[in-house]
Nanobody, 115 residues
Framework: QVQLVESGGGLVQAGGSLRLSCAASGSISGVNTMGWYRQAPGKQRELVAGITGGGRIRYGDSVKGRFTISRDNAKNTVYLQMNSLKPEDTGVYYC?????????WGRGTQVTVSS
């Protein structure tokens, strides 16, 4: 049983920073891409950032230059450093991982940016 557990969400003022973490646990082998998606109220879930096992990175257009994704393969953990946060970054952030050719999702962590 694979689980993804996110942490690090919260309330922050515009211009502030937060760091999200997501650790994969369970019967794990072959972790490929890990990443973050977010969903704001009334909107579709969208890609924030993804990183492959080889370190190839992709960012959503709205977060380029402000967010940084990284991973620790030994710990099966992915991180998202979020700087210069804006109110429009508010939403539930979900961790995603491709493990042994299956996609897994975390339960999500709330990020709220006040103006």
């Amino acid at each position: 049983q694979v689980q993804l557990v996110e942490s690090g969400g919260g309330l922050v003022q515009a211009g502030g920073s937060l760091r999200l973490s997501c650790a994969a646990s369970g019967s794990i082998s072959g972790v490929n891409t890990m990443g973050w998606y977010r969903q704001a109220p009334g909107k579709q879930r969208e890609l924030v950032a993804g990183i492959t096992g080889g370190g190839r990175i992709r960012y959503g257009d709205s977060v380029k230059g402000r967010f940084t994704i990284s991973r620790d393969n030994a710990k099966n953990t992915v991180y998202l450093q979020m700087n210069s946060l804006k109110p429009e970054d508010t939403g539930v952030y979900y961790c995603n991982a491709e493990i042994s050719l299956r996609m897994y999702w975390g339960r999500g962590t709330q990020v709220t940016v006040s103006s």
